[in-house]
């Protein structure tokens, strides 16, 4: 086999690189709109061979400006299994499974499968009910974007979780969107500005922590980096644990 003849012949070219772990890794992605979309992308063209891809939701016209995978002729149709149809396409080896479920409604031993855990939610709440069920089982690599910005947290270990970032007003936020009886009010969730720009960042970031993880590098685990589309530039920070933490008190 000539070496333009291996999918996988450059990044095997990195030093220290390891495909077998990589293609081995069990990885869960939870949301399939515009991370979703560029997360398994890259974790298709790593050569990843297992991916288990959690969304209920089905594809609107507004999705298509920034979700690689999505096209017009898909609106109406669940995205996890657009996104899975696609992604198969990329890589024939890749077995991609799909939950069409809230991400809250899964059991505590759904998490048991996997090695490594991709945040790419719009949702606070389901981030939360994530980063809770992740924390001390396995890597969560969680991602977020309005606009020009993005942010990019690893929660790994016994490091800081997602929660211990939060502020009051996210807390207000939060309780804000649920009624008395525990019910959404979806209208109290205004829609986030989304640019593709940015999302291939933040998914690129993300998708890299993961080489990074499998790799044993120092990975960006309890901090937090915000990426600043405007001025071009990126801020990492390092976050506490948060002694009251509910995840981990």
Known sequence: MGVDDDAYDRQKRVDGWNQNAVSTARCLVVGAGALGNEGVKNLAQFGVAKITLVDFDEIVAANLNRCAFFTAADVGEKKAEVVA????????????????????????????????????????GARLHLNAQCYGKL????????????????????????ECGLS???????????????????????????????????????TAEFAKLVHGCESLAGKYLFYDGLKGETRVYT??????CPVHR
């Open 168 to 206: 009051r007003r996210d807390y207000k936020l939060l309780w804000m969107k649920y009624s008395c009886t525990g019910d959404a009010l979806d209208f109290l969730d205004p829609k986030m500005p989304a640019l593709p720009t940015t999302t291939s960042i933040i998914a690129g970031l993300q």
């Open 239 to 244: 976050l506490q644990k948060r002694k009251a």
């Open 85 to 124: 149809r696609e992604a198969k396409k990329i890589s024939p080896l890749l077995e991609i499974s799909v939950k069409d479920a809230h991400i809250e409604d899964l059991p505590e031993e759904f998490y048991k499968n996997f090695d490594y855990a991709f945040g790419c939610l719009d949702n606070l």
């Open 139 to 162: 890597p969560l690599i969680d991602g977020g974007t309005t606009g020009f910005n993005g942010k990019v947290q690893v929660v790994a270990g016994k490091s800081a979780c997602v």
